[in-house]
């Protein structure tokens, strides 16, 4: 049974730092890419960042550019996603997704999906 489980997520002032983790089991880590999507209230979900297998391939939305980090573990079996310069527009259910190729999970093509990780950034 695949599983992926966010977690790391809360309430931060804006500006402030947090780190989310979602952690893979029933996959062979390895041979996935990985992202982050997130839905704010009244919106579509939105790509926030992909990484590749070998972690050597990053992507990134706009918005998140130069303050989201995402990076990957596959020892552990664990991609995160680092973001700093919170903002209050950042508030949003933050979603983990797998996929076979990044742009796969850039287009929100991915296999599996966890159940998602509250962010709220309050101004």
């Known amino acids: 049974q695949v599983q992926l489980v966010e977690s790391g997520g809360g309430l931060v002032q804006a500006g402030g730092s947090l780190r989310l983790s979602c952690a893979a089991s029933g996959i062979t880590f390895g041979n996935y890419a990985m992202g982050w999507f997130r839905q704010a209230p009244g919106k579509e979900r939105e790509f926030v960042a992909t990484?590749?297998?070998?972690?050597?391939?990053?992507l990134y939305a706009n918005s998140v550019k130069g303050r989201f980090t995402i990076s990957r573990d596959n020892a552990e079996n664990t991609v995160y996603l680092q973001m700093n310069s919170l903002k209050p527009e950042d508030t949003a259910i933050y979603y983990c997704?797998?996929?076979?190729?990044?742009?796969?999970?850039?287009?929100?093509?991915?296999?599996?999906w966890g159940q998602g990780t509250q962010v709220t950034v309050s101004s």
């Open positions: 997704t797998s996929g076979t190729s990044t742009a796969l999970v850039s287009r929100g093509s991915g296999n599996y």
């Open positions: 990484i590749s297998r070998t972690g050597g391939g990053t």
